[in-house]
């Protein structure tokens, strides 16, 4: 007579079990998941400081000290971040020894970059006011009309367009005109006198 091996088992306790070793699987998949999302976030979002003798990188801006190629002492150049040229160039304070340059520091490295800023800022102004032009001139009931150049100096197709406004801002008149167009008073009189038409 065979023996028959017989294993006694509690249905509900494999159930039981096998849900609660699901569940920690998914528990430690998660807190693996959240982990690699936060190694993710800190790399990308980390900003990479610099902070070396003749290298300083922080605040957007990367400043480098350089040989000068006019003479024998140093420059430093300042390069906002995603810019391939500098945005600032100056001369650089030579060191005691006479012959290496200062090594960038804390405060010279803040005074760098509020001139660099400056520098944009003066830039910017000056190129929205090439871009931007504007003369007043009296119609002939006597309000002030204001007339308006927009240069949109694309690099394939630059453009121009001139429009005029009363007092209230009202538009009056617009025409398209050469990117070269010089605007100046006695120009919009006549643009305005002959009824916006095309500008001479």
Request: cysteine-free; aromatic content about 4%; overall charge negative.
């Amino acid at each position: 007579m065979t023996d028959k091996l017989s294993i006694d088992a509690d249905p509900s306790k494999i159930a039981t079990d096998a849900t609660a070793d699901a569940a920690t699987d998914a528990a430690t998949d998660a807190a693996a998941e959240t982990d690699t999302d936060t190694d993710t976030d800190l790399e990308t979002n980390e900003p990479v400081k610099t902070m070396e003798p003749r290298l300083w990188r922080d605040d957007g801006w990367t400043a480098r000290v350089i040989k000068n190629e006019d003479d024998d002492g140093w420059a430093v150049e300042m390069t906002l971040d995603g810019e391939s040229e500098p945005s600032l160039v100056g001369p650089w304070t030579m060191g005691r020894d006479k012959k290496n340059p200062k090594p960038l520091d804390p405060p010279a490295f803040f005074t760098l970059v509020k001139t660099a800023n400056e520098v944009l800022r003066r830039h910017e102004q000056q190129l929205h006011a090439m871009l931007h032009k504007s003369v007043k001139v009296r119609g002939e009931d006597g309000g002030s009309i204001t007339v308006k150049l927009d240069i949109d100096p694309n690099e394939d197709n630059p453009t121009a367009v001139l429009s005029a406004y009363d007092v209230l801002g009202e538009e009056l008149g617009r025409a398209s005109v050469a990117p070269s167009y010089k605007l100046n008073v006695e120009r919009a009189g006549k643009w305005i006198a002959g009824g916006f038409g095309k500008p001479e």
